[in-house]
């Protein structure tokens, strides 16, 4: 559902239809797509900044689709429950790709031997650790050609031709204090 949605919204509507009657089982399932879809894009801002368990409520009582329901457990939620508590839409959004390519957004290994006039460049952490300066700028902070990420990161940094844009989660004063001579730092 969420794939259909995030399609819609990049008007892609034919595999935004083709997602959403996949789990319709009638003879005029597309029409049926079109109007939970265009159900979903009216409520898009009610949801998009909520929990997926929010999402996922608002599925069952608005849509025909047969979910299954959470498991009770005496001992607290199940992995399922909280990460659905947990996540929300906006962020597993994100990792919605259209697969025609529409704007010039290109992760780091698509873009590799391109060059952009404007480059943005997301420091995260890696997937279940919090942020970690030395860590997620050491690219930055200490670079070693032999480490794999600060190669990737190289890869990024390389592509811009006249601004490069790093967005960090933060920067310490000693960070600040390091990269002051080599950038502009401006703090959002």
């Not at 890696?126 to 997620?136: F, Q």
């Not at 592509?159 to 703090?187: F, H, M, W």
């Amino acid at each position: 559902m969420i794939k259909a949605i995030e399609f819609a919204r990049q008007k892609s509507y034919k595999e935004a239809i083709h997602e959403i009657s996949k789990q319709l089982n009638t003879d005029d399932c597309q029409r049926q797509a079109i109007l939970i879809i265009q159900q979903m894009l009216n409520a898009y801002t009610e949801y998009s900044s909520s929990s997926i368990m929010d999402f996922y409520e608002l599925i069952k009582t608005t849509t025909s689709f047969q979910l299954p329901r959470f498991q009770s457990r005496s001992d607290g939620p199940t992995l399922a429950e909280s990460f659905y508590r947990g996540t929300k839409y906006s962020d597993l959004a994100l990792l919605i790709k259209n697969q025609e390519k529409v704007g010039c957004d290109r992760t780091i290994h698509q873009a590799k031997g391109s060059e952009f006039k404007n480059v943005l460049v997301v420091v995260k952490p890696k997937p279940n650790t919090n942020y970690d300066e030395n860590r997620d700028l050491g690219f930055l902070l200490n670079p070693d050609i032999n480490n794999e990420e600060h190669r990737v990161y190289y890869v990024a940094v390389s592509r811009a031709q006249e601004n490069l844009y790093l967005y960090i989660p933060s920067l310490s004063v000693t960070a600040a204090g390091r990269l002051d001579g080599v950038c502009e730092i401006k703090y959002l």
